[in-house]
């Protein structure tokens, strides 16, 4: 996502090196240039990168003992004369021999072992950076993938949660076929993503098009080496990132299964299940994976990079990302795409019977709140781990995500209560759903208050959307379009006018950046920004004064006490000289030379006391007065020292500026050299959020109808299976039996058993006339009282068809209405004693 190259460009990770030129190696060797000559000193440190071993090591045994002069007559090699002479005189080696032999122990060249001690060092610090840099590594991998692993468990969790919240919002009869859909998409699009979905999604660009300024716009990628990912190692690791590409292949599937979930939202109550999953995987197919490439598909599998300075993973290969458009976490390839795919299949296919006349009412919005709880934990995963990493972009994508869910919750429950009268849990639910998905594409791009200025509006625009569904007559069962479709395209654009660049290195600078700086660029705002730096150094010498105020005492003072402690040095160290002279005695206590060496080390520490006793208590009272002293210097310093840091912080910021809009008057268009306008980004969200909601409302238009016609009709349910519930027609089954028999009777009665399933047959109604309010159930329920004796005919002919009855009429199922008709009216002529009329409505 482009959440990657967020974290790609912004931690820049080691998994796969950037193709370039070699560092280039200097060798000890090559000539020093003039002026970067070291200066001559007569330490050995300036020599730590040569041979450890000396080339003069030799020398001794070959010159007499006249040539143990210093080294200055070295040069003189060039007479070749007077050296063959001393060479055939084998006689006098011997005697210089002995005088070497004494020499022989300090004649290990101090300078090689300083050289060889130097260069361990030296590569010891390099083995100890390199494993540092290792260590580091191994563990960037390990958080960003711990961090990856557990997104994708929220993000699949997301639709489950789906699940609830739509099924809380359908009729009692249709929640588990409402359900199923979201379910199914976990399991059918779970496994034709491995096997397609992922390479046609992320896969090298197999067809571009030159569209909006952009040469080679990738349309859909593919590779045969992800097909059912055979070509990947499960330690291959996505280039640019610290996470392997079979975790990103997961979490990318988890958005693929939660995408034509959301579309289910729009046609819920009235489409059968096994069309429904022809059309899911022809969706995803043809919607989903080009919009993916399009906008979130970079270079990690192509065999060069499209940038070698970016490197593998670093460039973007789809139209949409070529473009510049931003969308971090799906606001183009999910929300817009699901949202106008939705309308698209609101259009294709026919309404729900007896909608907008009758009112449709949720069955449990416990459950649509728990679902609605579920979808905002998950979104945290959603948002948060399309940073791809474990760092501070997925830190902003966490706080914006939360910004903008709470934010949206309250404008929505506002609006709602201004113009409903009273705060629905409906409404609340919907609004944090509408906050979320109208942060998704700008989480990673924007501040924290940007998250919350988009909730606000969100919650605002997306009630008003789907207030218009009513006036307008399309049926939008559960508000899919008008929650996503309208709250994704209204969060693409709007993260044109809240992105910073200084948020990420991928983002851009929206309206509100670019106009900002621009502000700043003004004749006077530069001024302003002058006089403030001006100001600013003309104080630094007014706080400098205490600091050198009491440097003046502190420098004079810190000299007595370096000299006195040389004094306590020298006691300390004759001191020490005894005791290891004494510890050498403990293993030879007769030594001659080691008692002298006492005796004499003893006389030494003696007088280096007597030199440090008359200046102890000086040095005590000195220290002190110096610590004071230091203590004084703290914080006058620490305050000088913040403001001439905000001094230099505010000098760089007016040249950053400057540099910016610099660049901004210099943008290349074509052949022309313009100034970045603030509407630039903007008009890049506006022309890739069109693009995205026209190419997924034409071919979900194209592929409803294709569905309707292939399956003969059958992608709708009947009028009579919709009005039974889908979750019997198409499944056999209910969500909640509320009114089923648990108990088995013991016995026998002669009261009629209603019965557990009401029988097949047609619906109808029998209304009877000519008696008052209430009186026919008062009548009904009186019947259905056990009674000893027979049981009259017509109760029996009538009771096995009976569903519900309310006022005056009965609701049936089977049976023959006219047969049954005419029972009901001898039934209550003979239990009210009048005669009453009734008529069957069908």
């Excluded at 306008?677 to 008009?683: F, I, S």
């Excluded at 059958?714 to 009028?719: D, I, L, Q, Y």
Aim: hydrophobic share 40%; aromatic share 8%; charged share 25%.
């Amino acid at each position: 996502m482009l959440a990657g190259l967020a974290g790609a460009q912004e931690s820049k990770k080691d998994s796969t090196p950037i193709p370039g030129p070699e560092p280039r190696v200097v060798d000890p060797k090559e000539p020093v240039k003039k002026g970067d000559e070291p200066k001559k000193t007569d330490t050995p440190k300036k020599d730590l990168t040569f041979d450890p071993v000396p080339s003069t090591k030799e020398e001794p045994k070959k010159e007499s003992p006249k040539k143990e002069e210093p080294k200055k007559e070295e040069p003189k090699k060039a007479d070749p004369k007077p050296e063959p002479k001393p060479e055939p005189k084998p006689e006098p080696k011997p005697e210089p021999k002995p005088e070497e032999k004494k020499e022989e122990p300090p004649k290990t060249d101090p300078l090689a072992e300083v050289k060889a001690l130097a260069q361990k060092g030296v590569d010891d610090a390099a083995a100890a950076k390199a494993n540092g840099d290792t260590a580091k590594t191994e563990g960037m991998k390990t958080g960003d993938s711990a961090w990856i692993l557990v997104a994708c468990a929220f993000v699949l969790l997301m639709t489950p949660g789906l699940a609830l919240f739509y099924g809380g919002m359908v009729r009692k009869k249709n929640i588990l076929a409402t359900m199923m859909q979201s379910y199914a998409s976990m399991c059918i699009i779970g496994v034709y993503w491995l096997a397609f979905g992922y390479g046609l999604a992320f896969g090298p660009s197999a067809l571009k098009i030159d569209l909006f300024g952009v040469k080679d716009g990738g349309l859909i990628g593919w590779d045969w080496k992800l097909f059912f990912l055979k070509g990947i190692s499960p330690t291959d690791y996505l280039p640019g990132y610290n996470i392997t590409v079979l975790m990103h292949v997961m979490f990318q599937g988890m958005f693929a299964i939660i995408t034509p979930a959301l579309i289910s939202g729009a046609i819920a109550e009235r489409i059968r299940f096994w069309p429904w999953t022809i059309f899911m995987l022809l969706w995803i197919t043809l919607v989903y994976c080009p919009l993916a490439h399009m906008v979130w598909a970079f270079d990690w599998f192509a065999a060069v990079p499209e940038d070698y300075v970016k490197g593998l993973g670093g460039s973007a290969i789809g139209l949409l990302g070529k473009l510049g458009a931003l969308d971090f976490a799906g606001g183009t390839v999910v929300h817009i795409a699901a949202g106008f795919g939705g309308l698209a299949c609101i259009v294709a296919l026919r309404k729900r019977y007896g909608y907008p006349e009758h009112a449709m009412h949720p069955n449990s919005m416990v459950i649509t709140l728990i679902g609605a709880g579920l979808l905002w934990f998950g979104w945290f995963g959603f948002n948060g781990g399309s940073a791809l990493n474990a760092s501070h972009l997925a830190g902003t994508g966490f706080a914006t995500t939360q910004a903008a869910a709470a934010a949206a919750g309250i404008s929505w429950v506002v609006v709602e209560w201004i113009f409903k009268g009273k705060p629905t849990a409906l409404g609340l639910a919907s609004g944090i759903v509408a906050g979320l998905v109208a942060v998704t594409p700008a989480s990673g791009f924007v501040y924290v208050w940007g998250g919350v200025a988009i909730g606000v509006i969100a919650g605002v625009v997306c009630y008003m959307s789907v207030q218009v569904k009513a006036m307008l007559g399309y049926d939008d069962s559960l508000d899919a379009f008008g929650v996503h479709g309208v709250g994704g395209f209204l969060g693409a654009v709007l993260t044109g006018f809240l992105s910073y660049a200084a948020v990420q290195t991928a983002s851009a600078d929206g309206y509100l950046a670019v106009s900002g700086y621009k502000a700043k660029s003004t004749p006077e705002a530069i001024k302003s920004a002058d006089a403030d730096i001006k100001k600013q150094a003309d104080a630094l010498p007014t706080l400098f004064k205490p600091v050198a105020e009491l440097n003046t005492k502190i420098e004079p003072l810190q000299k007595e006490v370096d000299t006195l402690t040389e004094k306590k040095k020298a006691s300390d160290d004759a001191a020490a000289a005894v005791d290891k002279i004494e510890d050498s005695l403990a293993d030879a206590p007769k030594d001659a030379d080691l008692l002298k060496k006492l005796a004499e080390a003893k006389k030494a520490a003696e007088e280096a006391e007597k030199a440090y006793e008359p200046v102890k208590k000086t040095l005590e009272e000195k220290t002190e007065a110096l610590d004071k002293l230091k203590k004084e210097l703290a914080p006058v310093f620490y305050t000088h020292d913040v403001a001439h840091k905000a001094w230099v912080a505010a000098k760089a910021d007016k040249k950053s500026l400057e540099d910016k809009i610099a660049a901004y008057k210099k943008e290349t268009i074509g052949d022309d050299t313009v100034e970045r306008t603030p509407m630039k980004q903007v008009m890049i969200q506006i022309k890739a959020s069109v693009f995205s909601a026209v190419f997924s409302f034409v071919i979900s238009l194209i592929l409803a109808i294709l569905v309707q016609v292939i399956t003969l009709g059958n992608f709708t349910t009947s009028k009579e299976d919709e009005n039974d519930g889908l979750d019997r027609t198409e499944h056999g089954e209910v969500g909640f039996d509320f009114g089923g028999i648990d108990a088995i009777p013991v016995g026998t009665s002669s009261t009629p058993k209603s019965a557990k399933v009401p029988p097949g047959g047609k619906r109808f109604e029998v209304v009877v006339e000519g008696i008052e309010n209430g009186g026919l159930m008062h009548a009904w329920s009186d019947l259905c009282q056990p009674k000893d004796g027979p049981i009259d005919p017509d109760f029996k002919a009538v009771y096995p068809y009976v569903t519900t009855v309310q006022g005056n009429r009965f609701r049936l199922r089977g049976g023959d209405p006219k047969t049954v008709s005419a029972s009901i009216q001898r039934l209550f002529q003979k239990k009210l004693g009048k005669p009453l009329k009734v008529r069957v409505e069908e």
